[in-house]
């Protein structure tokens, strides 16, 4: 609906921006919740590794912890940029004594994250966020070089990502 000059969207359209900003919003803060819980396993993961063999690894994820703080910080302005407050509670994290099972733990937690923000382009794309979207491109790039890094430590190929609308 047009009144003067500017366009004034209808009321149903509005309702569902609405309905789609907070769907995007609730999306988000599980994903922040994801990387504080990467923050943490990287934290902890890269200084209970023992051995020669895990110890270029161990260093790698240090550097990871330190990446996984700048998405949630993004993340973070974004949630309070959509009007949302961002969650203070991290994912669970896993704890092993085998190495190979910490790093697999990580994998699949990067596995989960990439799937899960590749949808959240979608869906902020679906309502115009279209600066968010580039913002999770850009994460999506390291955490794809992060997958990589994990699949090598454990001498797998990288586990492909699969999601909903593939």
């Known amino acids: 609906m047009r009144e003067g000059n500017t366009f004034m969207p ?3 359209d509005a309702t569902q ?3 789609a900003v907070k769907s995007l919003i609730d999306a988000l803060n599980e994903d922040l919740a994801r990387e504080y819980q990467a923050i943490i396993a990287y934290t902890v993961y890269s200084n209970v590794l023992k051995g020669a063999q895990w110890m270029s690894i161990a260093a790698e994820l240090k550097k990871h912890a330190g990446e996984e703080l700048q998405h949630a910080l993004i993340i973070a302005d974004q949630i309070d940029y959509l009007g949302g407050m961002p969650t203070t509670k991290p994912k669970e994290v896993k704890t092993s004594e085998k190495p190979e099972d910490m790093i697999r ?3 699949d937690n990067e596995t989960e994250t990439i799937r899960n923000y590749r949808e959240r382009v ?3 794309e679906a309502i115009g966020h279209y600066a968010l979207s580039e913002r999770l ?3 999506i790039g390291q955490e794809q070089e992060h997958q990589h890094d994990l ?3 454990l ?3 990288v586990p492909k990502v699969q999601f909903e609308g593939a």
């Open 137 to 139: 491109r850009k994460i």
């Open 155 to 157: 001498g797998i190929d």
């Open 105 to 107: 733990f990580d994998l």
């Open 10 to 12: 209808d009321t149903k």
């Open 151 to 153: 699949a090598t430590a």
């Open 122 to 124: 979608k869906q902020a």
């Open 17 to 19: 921006i609405d309905q």
